[in-house]
């Protein structure tokens, strides 16, 4: 297996093999100045969680302009962890409800109470009909995410995945690590896509840079 | 090593209907259910019909199995579950070999309006997770899988690739969630909740209950299995498949179960499978969706059932829980009664009853949809080689 | 009538986050649902907290916001017969 490319997006920074939109300022500004400053016409970003944005615009940013962009297809999946779960939404949530007198639970803020809800957002937007799934982890544990993501491989129509790490704590809070890899032996000098071997030594490294 | 057989050892159900699958299955087969009307219940503003333990009784079960003072609700329930099938599966619980997945939508999220005692970073899933596999002394880094109403589905299909992979031996499946204002709240604001008991696949249902459940299957390879597990079910295919369409609303075309059933379906023919068991909310929406499903893959003559008319929606618990019952249905030559129905409320053709049908077919299909879009298929079969 | 149809679109920007758009953006009489401002089944959940919370309107049946939901001016005829505040 073969990490074609990454994106890290946390509060402050976006670093990437890929080509990285202009932003200003920290956590939301962040995010919102980056989606602005990529150009995508997409009014269902606004709407979203800050968990489901991270993931989101970490993804766009490492899918702009690959081959074949949008084109519906099942072999790909959509596979990350995180920590928090939903916790930074939920707590939004719990708002809604604080107060018997004021008792307006939010459909709106309620179905982002799911952490899954990210790799769903990621699907609808490429048309990826493949498996999504969301798994929480104590910590951004290499063992785990490249065994996980392995084994999800085992799937017969599964060919590439995007995968990483998404986590949120707060609304200014994120980070969002997302990896394209792609069911083919690392070849150093390989003529096509290049990139490096899936393996816990380079997925450390590119969750720590 | 990708091929190993993936069988189950043991299992659990931990419901208001009873506190063994032995006995959760007798009482589907009597038509049991703790479906009711909850007026008042923790200051919620509106009443809700839910299927809800008795707070008590579980603390009682919890100082009858031994297990530690200062747990959650959620985690006495997961842990009563967990235990019991960890007790008869035999498995040296604190050994490399086995690995911890634990499915839940929610955990403890009811402590992020009321702590209590409890300090700061409970709430979270993996908290939860941690604690349990602790209990057991496992070394291993335990596994949340948190992927809406289908993660009793996806913790098992991780199990079974943890497995077949070589990684594990074996593989301990619990999915629990207790329900809170939280929950039940959200579900309402979404205006899916029935008022009465809820009618999967009915003309005239009216959307769901929600529910409160634990359930644990211990898987092993096959290789690693007592002679006398040598015949048990076992985890044959599984997949989990994206409807690309909405986050909340389920694919017209039912598109991610369509493609999950196809998956699942291509080494055995419809002939050969005792029942599907349906997601079968009584959401309008689900049902159909469902029924379409079917349908495009070619499942319309296949007897299908649903279980929430007894247990409700039991969230993360669902995936483990229906998948039990199934097997001890189809272990005793039953397609269990679909409750609640009573005519055909969806499109597409679909074989339901609301009475207990036999079966000599030792294969089952389980099905299940969620937030997200996702959706996911498992085929279990008994006997033989997978 | 026109107060109340400005009013109620900067709530439906507020509340359903309409990142960037203007009340004379949205046309009084498109569809709010499908082709016009493209809102969907989430929103419309939405709407119904909205006019409970902002109007003391009570809609029980997602089915009835069909017709009110219609268009801005639907919805501010609506409000005005039904509201309780």
Redesign the interface.
Known sequence: MTIRSYVKLTSDRIVSDRPVPCFSGTGRELLLSAFRASGISYPKFHKMDTLSKAGFLATEILLEGSDGRFVPREDRAVILFNSASSLCDDRHYCKTIADPGNWFPSPAVFVYTLPNIVTGEIAIRNKYYGETCFYVLPEPDPESICRIVSDAFQDRMTSSAICGWVDCTDDDTFEAVVFLVEDCIYEENALHGGGMPWNMENIRTILNK | M?NRTVRVISDNIVSPLGLSSGANWQSVYRGRTCLALHEGLW?L?EPFCASLFDRDSIDGECSGAGLPDGLTFFEKTALLSASAAVRESGIDPSSESVIFIIST???N?SL??EPGEYAPGR?????S??LIAEHFANPN????????CISGL?AQI?AM??I??G?YDYAVVTGADCLS??IV??F????ALSPEPCRPFDLGRKGLNLGEAAATLVFAAEECCSDSAKNSWIAAEG???????????PSRTG??SF?ALQ?VMEAVVPEELAFVNVHGTATPYNDEMESIALSRAGLSEVPVCGLKGYFGHTLGAAGVLETIISMKAADEGCIPATAGWRENGVSCPVSVSNECRRTEKKTFVKLLS?????NAAMLYRKGGER | MNELVNELKLQLIDALNLDGMTPEEIDDNAPLFGDGLGLDSIDALELIVLLEKNYGIKLANPAEGKEIFRSVVALAEYVGKNRKK
């Open positions: 990708e200051g503003p939508t929610k955990g999220v992020l309006c709430e979270t899933l993996h908290a997770a941690r880094m335990p596994v949340v899988v948190s992927n809406a996806c991780e690739r943890a077949r992979s990684r204002p939280f709240s959200g309402q604001s979404f205006k997949a989990v498949r994206n409807d690309a369409n909405h986050i909340s609303g598109e991610g493609r998956y969620g937030f997200g879009g996702c």
